[in-house]
């Protein structure tokens, strides 16, 4: 049954036809595979697909299929909404609904392994927590779906194929440091220095940039993983030469890249994104000073799948 639900991506115990006929019966009665569905798929037309995830409560969630070359890297979501209310993201203007369920996880990457099956496309080959929530404020549920994902026996997917993206949650930082399966971890940084940083993440009152920045460090040492502060740039916020400088300071010689995302516009919200010549000379800045730098590319934007723009929506309505 593992093999079929995990290997083989079947959906429903019809599709088991290795089963007897009286055996697929008896157990689509007894039993259900998922306890979620999947409500609507979009597809942008770079390729990027977006799942509405309906949950056995009636709250939904996003995931995101985004192929590049021979990879296909899938997002998803840890929490209905999300508590930390970064001022630019659309994921927490409504603030946490609930948490997900480490089942609820691990069901979102079974349903992208269905899509893409039923497509003829390959496998997962990248997953991201980087869609809607904060992944380390719900660790229990995240680290057990991590756990889940990984078995040998089922997806097998290896630790170096895992990025999970947090906004700075130190505890969990360290945690996960001790877990023995080194993921990658991104950091949302966004601001090299407390001022700006307290305008953009609210957060930052608790978890100042230095505790932030030094957990980092701790991570990429215990882990022998480099760190990617994640940087999204607002056109005069934070995106000067100076706080390139400082970024830099922080980032230069600790196994910390960065990778600069464009802001993806957020309806309501005033923020925009610099000019690409403001981007480039903030990104020379740092590759002066010998850090790694990506400029991450903007996909699935058209259908509201890029960052910062999952949100509890319906056909365009605020739930
Ligand atoms: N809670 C996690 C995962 C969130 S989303 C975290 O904070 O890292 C993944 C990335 O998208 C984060 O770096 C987030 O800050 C960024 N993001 C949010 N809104 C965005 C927007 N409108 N444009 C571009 N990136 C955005």
Redesign the pocket.
Known sequence: MRDAVFRRALGSFAEMTDLPAGTREALAGALRIHSSSVEKVQRSKDGTAKLLVLLEDGQRVEAVVIPEGKRRTLCVSTEVG?P?K?V????GLEGLLRPLAAHEIVEQVLHARRLLAAEGEGAITNLV???M???LLNYEATAAALKALRDPKGIGLGARRITL???GIVEGMERLAGEGHPINL???L?APDDATRNRIVPLNAKYGVAKVAEASRRYAKATGRDVTF?Y?LLAGLNDSDAQAGLLADLAAGAHVNVNL??????EGLPYSPPSPEREEAFADILRARGVVVHVRRRRGDDIDA????LRLKVDGGAL
């Open positions: 999300c930390v970064c630019f993201c659309a994921s927590l980087m869609g929530g904060e992944p993206s947090t906004v991104a950091v949302s966004h994640e999204v995302i464009p802001f993806n516009r957020v890029a960052c910062g723009q």
